[in-house]
């Protein structure tokens, strides 16, 4: 089980809470996922449970220690949820590792829902062949015959039936009833009202055997048809699992030879840190790694979307899951089961599957008390019909089908049935009608599926989107700022200019050099200022660090050594170089360590920024030497990004630690207004920021009232529904923050939604809400476009399920009879009932197209 801090960046003083994931059966609609849930939340100890319908699975959060997951799983299994603890097993991914094959346990879902389909299909066409009169008894006689009806009847709820029978008593039973339980109540009143009418002819009641056959057929049916949905919706995420590579070629003696060594073939899961394994062309590479021996293209597109081949050459890392396509390698492993990428992935995935968008919480609530509702609704609608409806429309009957007609054309079209339809007869078609046409398995649906099919979608293109509060900020958004250096910048920054003070005119700076001439201490000259601030960057990894040091290496300069290091972030590092203290930083670096400079010298520095020039100053031995100018490019797709995001209706910000005419002069290439710059901002202080910008408010786009998710240890928590009412009267912007995943951590974290270029850190993982895998701007767009397109599918599901049931279950009460003469009988509502479930669950499938299309 994965230990993980209650919030990203948790105050020393939260418990460490961590996750258990348990494996739930059994769960048919909302009001199970509500019962599994409130099942959960009572066992002492856990702090919050999350279900998902659509995967099977229950996300427990505890104190450590605090809860047993093998009790957790008997009490569910207990009342009537099979369910089974994941646990870490050291396989390519801990917490997935124990599922059944995916595969295999998709052909048995194929076969056992083919085998439904067929049972579904007879049920109808025999009991149709009671609504089609004497056309079924020129072919087969039987089919008219009352008794045949019976007999298929009992066969019907004895067989398919019977798992929805015992189901529906066993939710009552434990005081959970769901939508089995309606079914079951309605299916069974049908049976037994039709077995009381053939059995004593003397009441004079009709037989309706049909009914509950007919509402059993499209049950299985609608079942089939959403179990191939459902399947459907999670092939990406299966085809995700299905990359995790099983074998790997353990060399055993890689002294003694590399690639040519013989190799034994083991388990992916028993591969070790450091081991060293050989990958053929062809070959899935295992685990994570750093090739050591030989050159190859590796296909990289489970993992970046990408379908271009990359160059691998000796030092370059490669990734577990990924194809080996040309040449025969030999890798040394650096991460191995569930730390590899791709594990990583896998449960970033499945985890944000089982996280709900807070629109949700409604239909959850909803549906808790959905199944009461439905059966007081039942209750009412006989009572009304029995008691005052029968005696105020006398001429109410129920044909076969979904219509009403009078009792004159009823006895015309079925001779056979003379006899009025009972008061009692017509009082409980109806509210069985009521019974069955409710489905709260379309609320419960309407959430899981589009996030399982959204984020799986996601991760093929290589975007991985943390779950549905993600989505439903994402839609909120109004602002997206990008970090400057390393997002909106390659991050690999070249040396353009370096000035000697001396050359920078006369006046003071020949004063300055002619006096440290006469000192025994001579001003370096061009190459000898880039070896000086070579040596002094050597003890940091700031991309400037970077690229003073590669311009020795173009220069071919000897790097003195250097010692005695210092760095403060955001303003420069000082170390000791051949006994001679040397600092680079900005100015504000040298004034705190006394050192002046010529109006001149800062005016030259003035010039380059104002090219997008980033300047280092260069002190030695307390005099200003130099200055050193640095230029990063901008990546290819950074204006088309900015450009897009405006014309989407988001305003579009700058935030760098640079100052600010650099700021200005990269905002000024990407077309970003300079009001919108935020300059001079240290790593430390950019959370707060971000922090001033949500208190800001948006300009002119009212009040999105919405504030950070309750885990920010910044802001002051708040429930997750009072995301939609906001406490304090200041509008809030909702922000989206853009960045590399190392420095600007804390900025991830503040922001509403934090989008982390991957750049291979670990970090990004952690602390942002959406990681792009392709390390490639053009994807924050397709990012916060197939977050919209998601959550916009969430909001029609939802919309969906709660008007059909708002609509289906006054038709079934009869409301529409007294104004156009139309009631709905019992297998009519059942087949609303499967088709609004299989509605859903397609309306999210259709987000594949459309996103296809976009």
């Known amino acids: 089980m994965q230990l993980v801090p209650k919030t990203k960046l948790a105050p020393e003083l939260d418990p460490i809470l961590e996750k258990i994931i348990l494996d739930v059966g059994g769960m048919k609609c909302a009001g199970c996922v509500n019962a599994v849930e409130r099942q959960l939340t009572q066992h002492p100890g856990v702090k919050s449970a999350c279900v998902n319908l659509a995967t099977e699975v229950a996300v427990v959060e505890s104190e450590v220690g605090a809860v047993d997951a093998d009790a957790l799983a008997e009490r569910l299994t207990g009342v009537g949820f099979p369910t089974q603890p994941r646990k870490a097993s050291g396989t390519v991914t801990g917490e997935i590792s124990t599922l059944p094959d995916p595969a295999e346990r998709q052909r048995r879902e194929m076969r056992s829902s083919f085998r439904q389909l067929a049972i579904a299909a007879m049920l109808l066409i025999l009991s149709g062949s009671g609504h089609f009169g004497n056309l079924g008894s020129s072919v087969l006689p039987v089919l008219n015959n009352i008794w045949f009806h019976c007999g298929l009847a009992t066969v019907a709820l004895l067989i398919p039936g019977r798992p929805i029978l015992v189901d529906g008593w066993l939710g009552w039973r434990r005081n959970a009833p769901n939508m089995n339980t309606l079914v079951g109540l309605g299916t069974l009143t049908a049976y037994i009202a039709s077995l009381v009418a053939l059995l004593f002819p003397q009441l004079g009641w009709e037989c309706f055997f049909d009914e509950p056959v007919m509402m059993l057929g499209f049950i299985l049916l609608g079942r089939t048809l959403e179990q191939q949905a459902r399947g459907r919706a999670a092939a990406a995420f299966r085809k995700l699992l299905a990359l995790q590579p099983q074998v790997a070629r353990l060399i055993a003696n890689p002294e003694k030879g590399g690639v040519g060594s013989s190799s034994v073939e083991i388990p992916a899961e028993q591969v070790r840190v450091g081991e060293w394994l050989q990958v053929l062309p062809g070959d899935k590479i295992p685990v994570d790694g750093e090739l050591m021996v030989g050159q190859t293209t590796v296909d990289e597109s489970m993992l970046t979307g990408e379908a271009v081949p990359v160059i691998k050459q000796p030092g370059d890392t490669v990734t577990g899951g990924t194809l080996n396509q040309s040449g025969a390698i030999a890798i040394q492993a650096t991460r191995i089961g569930s730390d590899t990428t791709l594990a990583q992935i896998v449960t ?7 996280r709900k968008a807070p629109v949700q919480k409604l239909a959850d609530t909803v549906a808790g008390y959905f199944t009461y509702g439905v059966l007081t609704a039942s209750i009412l609608t006989f009572v009304f019909w029995y008691f005052f409806g029968t005696h105020i429309w006398t001429d109410i009957t129920m044909s076969g089908g979904m219509e009403m007609m009078s009792h004159a054309s009823h006895n015309a079209r079925h001779s056979s049935l003379s ?4 008061p009692l007869l ?9 019974m ?6 379309a609320l419960g649906l309407a959430t899981p599926t589009a996030i399982l099919v959204g984020t799986a979608m996601g991760a093929e293109r290589g975007l991985l989107i943390k779950g549905g509060d993600v989505l439903e900020r994402v839609h909120q958004l109004d602002t997206v700022v990008f970090d400057k250096t390393g997002t909106l910048t390659t991050g690999n920054p070249i040396v353009t200019d370096c000035l000697l003070i001396e050359e920078m005119g006369t006046g003071e700076e020949a004063e300055e050099q002619e006096k440290n001439n006469n000192a025994q201490c001579p001003m370096p000259n061009a190459q000898s200022l880039i070896q000086l601030a070579a040596a002094v960057e050597s003890g940091t990894h700031h991309p400037l660090a970077k690229a003073i040091q590669q311009e020795a290496q173009r220069q071919q300069l000897s790097i003195p050594e250097a010692v005695d290091f210092h760095t403060e972030a955001g303003l420069g590092v000082s170390a000791v170089v051949e006994g001679t203290v040397v600092l680079l930083g900005n100015w504000d670096w040298l004034s705190w360590h006394g050192i002046s400079s010529s109006e001149t010298a800062q005016q030259v520095a003035q010039d380059l920024a104002t090219d997008g020039k980033t300047v280092v100053c260069v002190a030695v031995a307390g005099t200003l030497a130099g200055l050193i100018a640095v230029s990063d490019t901008l990546r290819p797709d950074a204006r088309s990004t900015v450009d897009k995001l405006r014309q989407m209706g988001l305003r579009v910000m700058l935030l760098s630690g640079d100052r600010k005419e650099v700021a200005s002069a990269i905002a000024k290439q990407l077309g970003i207004d300079s009001v919108d710059v935020i300059a001079g901002v240290p790593p430390a202080k950019k959370a707060a920021a971000i922090q001033s910008l949500q208190l800001e408010g948006t300009r002119g786009q009212g009040d999105k009232g919405t504030k950070k998710d309750p885990n920010s240890p910044l802001l002051t928590p708040h429930s997750a529904l009072s995301t939609q009412h906001s406490a304090l009267p200041t509008p809030h912007s909702v922000v989206a923050m853009v960045g590399d995943g190392i420095n600007d951590a804390p900025a991830l974290s503040q922001a509403d939604v934090g989008i982390a270029l991957h750049s291979g850190t670990d970090v990004a993982m952690e602390t942002a809400e959406i990681i792009l895998m392709r390390d490639r701007l053009n994807d924050v767009v397709e990012s916060i476009q197939l977050s919209r397109a998601t959550f916009n599918k969430i909001r029609q599901n939802l919309f969906w399920a709660f008007a059909y049931n708002t609509v289906g279950i006054p038709l079934a009460a009869g409301v529409l009879f007294p104004s156009l003469g139309f009631v709905l009988n019992p297998s009519g509502a059942a087949a609303l009932m ?20 976009s």
């Open 426 to 434: 017509i009082s409980l078609k109806l509210a069985i009608a009521v």
């Open 419 to 422: 006899t009025p339809q009972s």
């Open 834 to 853: 499967a088709f609004s479930s299989v509605s859903v669950v397609t309306n999210s499938i259709l987000l594949r197209r459309l996103a296809h299309h």
């Open 348 to 354: 970033l995935v499945e985890a944000a599957q089982t």
């Open 436 to 441: 069955v046409v409710a489905c709260p398995c």
